[in-house]
């Protein structure tokens, strides 16, 4: 069963770095055709996907938000973190992470619960 | 970047109706249209991939269809646990993009 949960602070403050972490089960990150995605949902509105790391260490990036954002792996622990940088209050969502597979044409297939992030002073 | 256009934003209908949601885009895309699930206070559930692969567990009334520039999600015979806010999602050069939603209501 493949399941994914994000981890990270409820409450970051303005300009400061968030670090969100998806620990995942069910399946490994070096298994060829195997990605994980980030996505954020803020309050009452649409998904955004933010970045994306794949099997071999290859990383996309939202074309508006690249220069805030990093993604990596550990494949030893089954995790992956995302950092953003400089937040503002714009930045308050639900952040997911969610399997991406190629033989899926790249689909999320599966994602966590989420967690919600709140950007504030 | 390429832009996704759902139609309509809102649709209300009853239990039992057919309903179709639009997904447009600005420019000729390839199969990689993807079509998600929301209900309120949970996550998105992939529904649909490849434009017209229904993802394993998920009932037979959804369906998929499209090519080039318009997609449609197709639900057969609403049930109630259908009424939800539906999105979907392309892949471009690994750019991600997710339309505007449709939120499905009871009528």
């Known amino acids: 069963q493949v399941t994914l949960r994000e981890s990270g602070p409820a409450l970051v403050k303005p300009t400061q770095t968030l670090t969100l972490t998806c620990t995942f089960s069910g399946f490994s990150l070096s298994t060829s055709g195997m990605c994980v995605g980030w996505i954020r949902q803020p309050p009452g509105k649409a998904l955004e996907w933010l970045a994306l790391?794949?099997?071999?260490?290859?990383?996309y990036y939202s074309t508006s938000l690249r220069t805030r954002l990093t993604i990596s792996k550990d494949t030893s622990k089954n995790q992956v973190v995302l950092t953003m940088t400089n937040m503002d209050p714009v930045d308050t969502a639900t952040y997911y992470c969610?399997?991406?597979?190629?033989?899926?044409?790249?689909?999320?297939?599966?994602w966590g619960k989420g967690t919600a992030v709140t950007v504030s002073s | 970047d390429i832009q996704l256009t759902q139609s309509p934003s809102f649709l209300s209908a009853s239990v039992g109706d057919r309903v179709t949601i639009t997904c447009r885009a600005s420019q000729g895309i390839s199969s990689y249209l993807a079509w998600y699930q929301q209900k309120p206070g949970e996550a998105p559930k992939l529904l649909i991939y490849g434009a017209s692969t229904l993802q394993s567990g998920v009932p037979s009334r959804f369906s998929g269809s499209g090519f080039g520039t318009e997609f449609t999600l197709t639900i057969s015979s609403l049930q109630p646990e259908d009424f939800a806010t539906y999105y979907c999602?392309?892949?471009?050069?690994?750019?991600?993009?997710f339309g505007q939603g449709t939120k499905l209501e009871i009528k």
């Open positions: 999602q392309h892949l471009n050069s690994y750019l991600y993009t």
């Open positions: 790391i794949d099997w071999d260490d290859d990383k």
């Open positions: 969610a399997r991406i597979t190629i033989p899926g044409l790249y689909s999320m297939d599966v």
